[in-house]
């Protein structure tokens, strides 16, 4: 289901570890996804995208990956700072331009 | 590295009063987009704009919004009458070239406060 307001969901990751975030979408027509960050009080940061014609994608320090088959979407990211504290989204594209985003998780990372 | 810019950083407005919010998009990028945010809730597409007409508007964009490129540089959003429930943080989003179906990158938003 969606989260609504402030009850987003929240991981929390010890400094150094790795982060997975998840995201599921439900429109078998999307060909695009993106992941953005978001800090408090800001707008949302580019991340990594992936086209449905793949299913993993490698930045520096993240990884995304990509399964149609049960249309699920995962933020990896390695060796966690605490700068990596933010809300993250998930992003798609079916058709025309627009972007439908996720709910959000909030990640926290423990010094 | 270029971005999108936005001003206001905040506006506080009283109910039924126009606001007009600005930004400019990336130099070279042809697609332009508003999305907005209330607060604690997820980001949600507005509209978006190509070769100086609307592509896409979602339902929250009535006849209360409107959306201009006055010129070669700006991209506004007009909304006519404001409402309480207009309150939320607004961002603008530009796109590339190519087709649109790109990253959209955004700006740093605009908290709108209608009291």
């Known amino acids: 289901g969606e989260s609504v307001g402030l009850h987003l969901p929240t991981l929390s990751v010890q400094e150094g570890d790795n982060s997975i975030i998840n995201c599921a979408y439900s429109?078998?027509?999307?060909?695009?996804f993106i992941w953005y960050k978001q800090e408090s009080g800001k707008g949302p940061q580019f991340i990594i995208d992936?086209?449905?014609?793949?299913d993993k994608r490698q930045g520096q320090r993240v990884t995304v990956l990509l399964n149609k088959t049960v249309k699920h979407l995962s933020l990896q990211i390695a060796a966690t700072q605490p700068g990596d504290s933010a809300v993250y989204f998930c992003a798609e594209t079916s058709y025309g331009n627009k972007l439908v985003f996720g709910a959000g998780t909030i990640l926290r990372v423990k010094s | 590295e270029p971005e999108v810019t936005q001003t206001p950083s905040h506006q506080v407005t009283q109910m039924g009063q126009e606001v007009i919010l600005r930004c400019v998009p990336i130099?070279?990028?042809?697609?332009f987009y508003w999305y907005r945010q209330i607060l604690g809730q997820k980001v949600e597409f507005l509209v978006s704009f190509y070769n100086n007409e609307i592509s896409e508007k979602s339902e929250i964009f009535d006849d209360q919004f409107s959306v201009e490129r006055p010129d070669g540089s700006n991209f506004t959003l007009k909304i006519r009458s404001t409402k309480l429930e207009d309150s939320a943080m607004y961002f603008c989003?530009?796109?590339?070239?190519?087709?649109?179906?790109?990253?959209?990158?955004f700006g740093p938003g605009t908290r709108l406060l209608v009291l």
């Open positions: 989003a530009s796109g590339p070239t190519s087709g649109g179906k790109e990253t959209q990158y």
């Open positions: 429109n078998s027509a999307s060909d695009y």
């Open positions: 992936i086209r449905s014609n793949m």
């Open positions: 130099s070279n990028h042809l697609y």
